[in-house]
């Protein structure tokens, strides 16, 4: 089955720069891979999420990049703000049909030191 | 609004009292999971379910065991709660939806609000 990887556990960055945390997978068969934020108290929220066909994606402060080769993955955040503080984590599955869960990472949680 | 509701929302209970953690969706999903969590700390799948009358057990060994009789209902049932029972429970939900381009895709995992149980 499917192994995820998730580093740092913890990771403490300034206000305003960026923050990174990386993730490897074992399974060559998995194309899917989505980032979810989980606030004290909260439910897991998706925030941004990669398919294997392509190499980065960008959504405003927050970008995935995703080396099939390497199986590595990785979130950046950048211009880091207060509201960026949580616990996040990274998943990967295969889409082909009949593979019905994420695998989710240990989760690494984030504090923005202002 | 379409969501996931779970209650009860917290649980305190006594030691060897049977239990039943509820979950419904108004998502129209097929797909139906339960998580256990420590708080902040790593998700583990513990039941998921394909559809109506489909039940499998996740990566983490529990002692707890669920239904699907409904599509919008997955309740989780512990017989004898215990102490080690103590956690957070996550319920979620999915579906696959046909992509752009042909084949399917794996939409968005929705997590419900979560239990948090204490066993004295």
């Known amino acids: 089955g499917e192994n995820v990887e998730q580093h740092p556990s913890t990771l403490s960055v300034q206000e305003g720069d960026s923050a990174v945390i990386k993730c490897t997978y074992s399974d060559s068969a998995s194309n899917y891979f989505p980032w979810y934020k989980q606030e004290l108290g909260k439910r897991p929220q998706l925030i941004i999420d990669?398919?294997?066909?392509?190499g980065e994606k960008k959504d405003q402060r927050i970008a995935v990049t995703l080396n099939k080769t390497a199986k590595h993955f990785s979130l950046h955040i950048t211009e880091t703000q207060p509201e960026d503080s949580a616990v996040y984590f990274c998943a990967a599955m295969s889409e082909d049909f009949g593979n019905e869960k994420l695998t989710f990472g240990t989760g690494t949680r984030l504090t923005i030191i202002p | 609004e379409a969501d996931i509701y779970q209650t009860p929302r917290y649980l305190v209970i006594g030691t060897g009292k049977k239990i039943t953690l509820e979950c419904s969706q108004t998502m129209g999903h097929d797909k139906m999971y339960w998580y256990q969590q420590d708080p902040g700390m790593e998700l583990h799948l513990i039941h998921y379910?394909?559809?109506?009358?489909?039940?499998e057990k996740g990566d983490l060994s529990s002692e707890s065991t669920v239904s699907r009789i409904r599509t919008e209902h997955f309740p989780l049932t512990l017989e004898s709660a215990r102490p080690s029972h103590t956690s957070q429970y996550l319920c979620?939900?999915?579906?696959?939806?046909?992509?752009?381009?042909?084949?399917?895709?794996?939409?968005?995992?929705?997590f419900g609000p979560g239990t948090r149980l204490t066993v004295l």
């Open positions: 990669i398919r294997s066909n392509v």
């Open positions: 979620a939900s999915s579906e696959y939806k046909l992509g752009l381009a042909g084949g399917l895709k794996y939409n968005e995992q929705f």
């Open positions: 379910s394909y559809g109506v009358n489909s039940t």
